[in-house]
């Protein structure tokens, strides 16, 4: 009995510590609210909806200036892109026709054992590697090595292998490379038309062009018949897309792939994209054999069981793959691709038609200078209805299915993705701006300084619904009812005396039918005639605002008004009960009162009783209340 004594008096304390502790942080965070929040929404009585403009300004010329630099939509695509091209449920296959050929370290090392050398190959390996690939029906070889300098060990090898380059007649393309643009101007560069392969890119392309740097093999017919190998990576460092040729001037230097495809095809090389994304794969990959297994026409790293790949009329790039030999970048799928199965993969996407197909990089700038032009006029109209935010939300996910879809079955990727991530934050922005200048609008103490009844002794009620004429249907009355209430709030966030008590019940409620349309605005005044007159200049200037569009809802419904006036402070009650429920039966009033006037200009219903004292919206009498000797002192105004 005592340990549960002691038990239950602890876990009381605990309970009461816990209870004071979050008691106090709530005030103690409430005054760092209101520290940065009233601020706010002072500037937003200033701006009041031109922040919704200036904001599609400011996001537009943000556009265009990542355009011209550094575009971060780009490098926000592309992240969305390795995600989705990692995670799609279904892989394309990967293509028959293209077969890597490597140098890898079983290939080295058998020669190495047989005391014939380890790396690099001799020249005369190199030509029997081609002369194996030559009898066995190979379509176009590309190369995947650098032979710069003739061999001063294997002149014989030199020879036989640009023997076999001549023979070849353009099926055998070698490796070159582009050197930094400052040897540009050294005596060695080559003119651009005269580079190997070289192609106008325009009909009228000027001769010789620019000089180029390149580095190019030793022999004649292997200069004859290069191609660029170098791979450009995305600003991040991953490899997505394959440049297919170095424009210089007029011309067009061809990379190893595009120079490849266009021999294998048929196809002339101008007839290629610049570049060409790959439809990159984790699990499937392309077939792949040994060079030691060519070269020696039997099984040397592979298994005795396992068949080579068919190379009759199929397309063979050859490079290495063995480790230590630092030709690897990193891909969406594998962050050490070896750079020939690089180069296999956009010969490939050429050949098969297997490229991911991209829209211009442009759309994704204009898209979203259109969709934040549209989010800030739509904000700018008046904040638009919560059902928004689910529209939002069900969009993203649609174009999150239609990425993995079109990756996964059509080869095709929208790069939209990074321009609704842009609209998304200048979403954010309007809804943040947007709750601010509603917190002013319901009365948020964080927002505005708290009502003090010893100070506004006197309030105005104003219970206001739209009626559709009957003669609209269904779809056209909820229509007009959504557009009067956005109306509403745009009049309430310009800023106004008046407070809203809006969403008493809450949407989808089982009551929310029959109370959707209440809508209770509230004046605040030290007299009767300040609150009065501050409520018949607010409803005159709404009825304008209501109607002033070409669109006028005078022509579709009606605008129906109750008003009260209460005094919930008369100084004879000196706790707060009084004036609680002087306030809350003034409420009840209002939202009971049967009679209503249309909403107009002339608001005869607000007139006091000095002007007008027959006047009345609500015949409601005056309330006795439960407090010692006060009563609530309202007027059916």
Known sequence: ????????????????????????????????????KR??????????????????????AWLAYDWAGPRS??????????????????????????????????????FKQRGEGGWPWSRQRHADLLDALDRAGIRAVGYDVMFEDPSPNDPDGDGTLEAMAAGGNGRFVFGASRVHSDFDVSTGATPASQAPGAFPLLADAQRPGPRVALLLPYGDAMRQHAALVDITRSVDGVLRDMPLYERAGDWGIPSLPLRVAAEATGRPMASFPASVRINWRSDSRLP??????LIESKPICRDAKEALPTLKQAVAIVGYTASGLNDAKPTPVDMAMPGVAIQAEAVAALVDHSAIWMPPASLKYVLAAILVMLTAFAFFRGEPATDIDSVFVATNLLLLILAYAGLTFFGAFFDIYASIGFVSLCFGACRTYAAIQRGGAVGNGDFIPEFDPAQDRW???????????????????????????????????????????EGVV?????????LDDLMVLVWKGPDRATALRRARHDLAVLHVHLNE??????????????????????????SDRGERLRLR???????????????SGEIPLLQTEETDPGAAACNTPSIATKSDSASVRTSAD
């Open 1 to 36: 009995m005592a340990r549960r004594k002691r038990t239950r008096t602890l876990l009381t304390w605990l309970d009461a510590f816990l209870a004071s502790s979050a008691q106090a942080f709530i005030d103690f965070w409430t005054k760092v609210e209101r520290s940065y």
């Open 39 to 60: 601020p706010f929404y002072v500037i937003a009585r200033r701006l009041r909806f031109a922040f919704y403009p200036l904001l599609a300004l400011g996001a537009i």
């Open 73 to 110: 939509l780009d490098s926000a695509e592309n992240a969305v892109f390795d995600q989705v091209i990692k995670s799609r449920p279904i892989e394309p296959a990967a293509s028959r026709d293209v077969v890597v050929v490597e140098i890898d370290d079983c290939s080295i090392e058998y």
């Open 288 to 293: 792949y054999v040994s060079a030691a297994d």
């Open 459 to 501: 309030l105005v009620f104003a219970r206001l619904r739209f009626v559709p004429y009957p003669s609209l249907d269904d779809r056209a009355a909820n229509r007009r009812r959504r557009e009067y209430r956005r109306r509403l709030r745009r009049f309430l966030y310009m800023g106004t005396d008046a407070v809203m008590l």
């Open 506 to 514: 809450e949407r989808k409620s089982w009551l929310h039918e029959t």
């Open 549 to 574: 569009q070409d669109d006028r809802l005078d022509d579709d419904g009606m605008v129906k008004v109750c008003c009260v006036a209460a005094e919930v402070d008369d100084n004879l009650d000196e």
């Open 585 to 599: 039966e003034a409420l009840g009033n209002v939202l009971d009162a049967p009679r209503e006037w249309p909403l």
